[in-house]
């Protein structure tokens, strides 16, 4: 995994990033939301890779 320092800072983070939007209860906002255990194993998965970079926004 490459890393690069986020601007004006000294922390790392991957290049790579997992976009979260899809990740919490189904039929809340989007019919393709993963669950629970889904977004678990993404997460694991993402980690496991070295991905650290998480984007949380909602749009």
Known sequence: MEYAF???TDIKVSRV???CMSF???G???DWTLD????EEMIHY???NGIN???TANC
Do not use: P, V
Not at 36 to 39: C, D, N, R
């Open 6 to 8: 986020s601007e004006n």
């Open 28 to 30: 809340l906002m989007h």
């Open 24 to 26: 919490g209860k189904a």
């Open 36 to 39: 629970e255990k889904q977004s």
């Open 17 to 19: 990033r997992l976009g």
């Open 53 to 55: 970079f998480f984007d």
């Open 46 to 48: 993402a980690l496991d």
